[in-house]
């Protein structure tokens, strides 16, 4: 397949792909960091030292959660830590939330998160035509992206056009609870697959917002070529397929069309089409009613429509990727805090009974997302020279190799955005030298060059582990609901921590446009299941993994009863 594509490195939303080839990297080689006091002053330089002075860590964390990755980063060292040997970039990771709260809020004019390629690929090149210039929100970055999100924001952000979805969704969480006590007695079913059956039930959910429909997820025995069970499977391919196609070496499918590569290609194009389908079939419910409809009681799905129907069903694949294994993920992290806490389960039943009030209900599941984040990390990929507690941080980097029969002691970097021209030294014996880029377009020129590359730097805001310290939530690993309720006055105010320390749904303009449908989704069947059912817990503690995003490993060792 012809490959003409300028590719440039995207965005992906809550999946932090990034997280993922940092944690299969630490898997399989040894990782070079160094520590930041050290580093960041010192940029250029420490990156043209030998490996004789970089200090190894090893293989770290073989279980692969990032979590105790950042945890072991942190102890050895300090708040200031540089990662190198990913395949795309340089990870800089803040622990200190004053100094990623100065970086991300100097990016957010043009908050860069990066993601799949292969996602731009297939939206501005292989299928152009079909998507008219828009590219969705997880795979554009700088005015794609924001025009995109202006469009889309008052229909996905106003608390009261979400709420129209409650009656809905309160169906669909009776159904789903009426599952649960069924699937309950069938023996270990649910504990090997109560993942499987979360996921069912977040997809029928998140559908219901994006394409107008009720998929038919909770049915018994569905079968292979049903939607429902195509779009669960789509979802997991492309995150999957995308993965293996880019981060898995060798990652060469810009050059070469891979069969991993060729299915991702018709995994994006199926989905498309289902959703289509249910976008035509909305667009003729809309046409039938006729559009004499007050603003207020319009669906979300129709202000999209009325956008552009691409608008609408590009927004509907971001929903299914981005809002499915989220929720699935978080309902189960609560239910799992509540089952293993009765004192707060039988105060939020007291609540929910009451009807009084939603505050325990709220509280309950904010503690819950502090403590397990599906995306235990933020990140923002540098645009700007940054100087964070006296260490400087470029654009980016550029590793200039020098060509083996060059005796010249220096070459040239120039900037073709009108920059000055700098000479950098060759150390000698040194045939890879890193350059900080000061503008957008440094280019080191030919004399003694064999080959540029430019590696950009990610900046990481490690929330979730900051979230779990006691030195911003007292008893931080606690499961504590009341933190939330409490007077200023009490030392578990959750107020005293700083603002950017707890951020399950990301940080600034770029966060989670998902953010107020999950919520919804996940209070409505909180409210169902607590009110007719006992959940309690036997067995081991759960357990992270973190694959692209944070999840659970098996078994799911939940018991229901009848609540009384
Ligand atoms: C509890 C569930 C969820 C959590 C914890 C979550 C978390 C996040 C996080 C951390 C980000 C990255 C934000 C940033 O970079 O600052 C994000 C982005 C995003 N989320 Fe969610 N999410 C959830 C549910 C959803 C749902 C239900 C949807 C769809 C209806 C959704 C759609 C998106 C999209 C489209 C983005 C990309 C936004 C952009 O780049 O402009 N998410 N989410």
């Not at 819950?368 to 400087?392: C, M």
């Amino acid at each position: 397949m012809a490959r003409t594509a300028k590719v440039q490195l995207w965005s992906c939303p809550v999946w932090n792909i990034y997280m993922h080839s940092l944690l299969q990297v630490v898997r399989s080689v040894k990782l070079t960091i160094q520590q930041g006091l050290d580093t960041c002053r010192r940029y250029g330089a420490v990156y043209g030292v030998t490996a004789r002075r970089r200090q190894t860590l090893g293989t770290v964390n073989p279980a692969g959660n990032f979590f105790d990755m950042v945890f072991v980063f942190h102890k050895k060292f300090g708040p200031i830590v540089r990662v190198e040997g990913l395949p795309r970039s340089t990870l800089l990771i803040l622990y200190e939330p004053e100094h990623f709260e100065q970086v991300y809020k100097a990016e957010e004019t043009n908050p860069l998160r990066p993601g799949f390629d292969t996602s731009e690929y297939y939206r501005g090149v292989l299928r152009k035509a079909r998507f008219g210039g828009y590219y969705g929100l997880t795979s554009a970055q700088g005015p794609k992206w924001r025009d995109f999100r202006t469009k889309v924001n008052p229909a996905l952000l106003k608390p009261k056009l979400v709420k129209l979805y409650a009656p809905a969704l309160g169906e669909i969480a009776e159904e789903m609870v009426d599952r649960l006590t069924k699937l309950s007695g069938k023996g270990d079913y649910l504990q090997n697959n109560f993942d499987l059956e979360m996921t069912k039930w977040s997809l029928e959910s998140v559908a219901l917002v994006g394409l107008g429909a009720r998929l038919g997820c909770l049915e018994d025995d569905l079968k292979e070529d049903h939607p429902a069970r195509q779009l669960m499977q789509c979802a997991k391919d492309i995150l999957d397929l995308s993965f293996k196609t880019e981060l898995l070496p060798p990652a060469i499918w810009k050059y070469i069309a891979t069969p991993n590569f060729k299915k991702l290609m018709n995994t994006y194009d199926l989905q498309w089409d289902i959703s289509k389908i249910y976008i035509d079939q909305a667009q003729n419910k809309i046409k039938e009613r006729g559009h004499d409809v007050p603003e207020e009681d319009k669906s979300i799905i129709e202000k999209l429509i009325a956008i552009d129907e691409r608008v609408a069903i590009l927004m509907a694949n971001e929903m299914l990727m981005a809002g499915i294994d989220t929720v699935a993920f978080s309902i189960t992290g609560i239910l799992y805090h509540l089952a293993t806490n009765q004192g707060a389960q039988d105060k939020l039943r007291e609540e929910i009974r009451t009807g009084e009030s939603r505050r325990y209900l709220r509280a309950c599941m904010k503690e819950a997302l502090r403590i397990w984040a599906v995306v235990p990390s933020n990140l923002r990929r540098t645009s700007k020279e940054h100087v964070v507690d006296g260490y400087r941080v470029p654009i980016g980097l550029i590793r200039a190799t020098r060509h083996p029969t060059s005796t010249a002691s220096t070459f040239a970097v120039h900037s073709s955005t009108g920059g000055p021209r700098v000479d950098a030294a060759w150390s000698t014996n040194i045939r890879v030298v890193y350059y900080e880029m000061r503008v957008g377009s440094d280019a080191p020129t030919a004399r003694g060059v064999r080959g540029a590359s430019v590696r950009t730097i990610d900046v990481i805001a490690p929330n979730e582990y900051l979230s779990r310290m006691d030195k911003y939530f007292p008893r931080g690993s606690e499961f504590v609901p009341e933190r939330w309720l409490v007077e200023k006055t009490d030392p578990l105010y959750h107020g005293n921590t700083h603002p950017m320390v707890y951020a399950p749904f990301g940080i600034g303009v770029r966060s989670c446009i998902g953010r107020r449908i999950a919520e919804l989704e996940i209070e409505v069947f909180l409210t169902k299941l607590i009110d007719k059912q006992k959940v309690t817990w036997f067995g081991p503690p759960l357990k992270i993994v973190s694959k692209i995003i944070n999840s659970f490993d098996k078994p799911y060792n939940f018991k229901f009863e009848n609540a009384l």
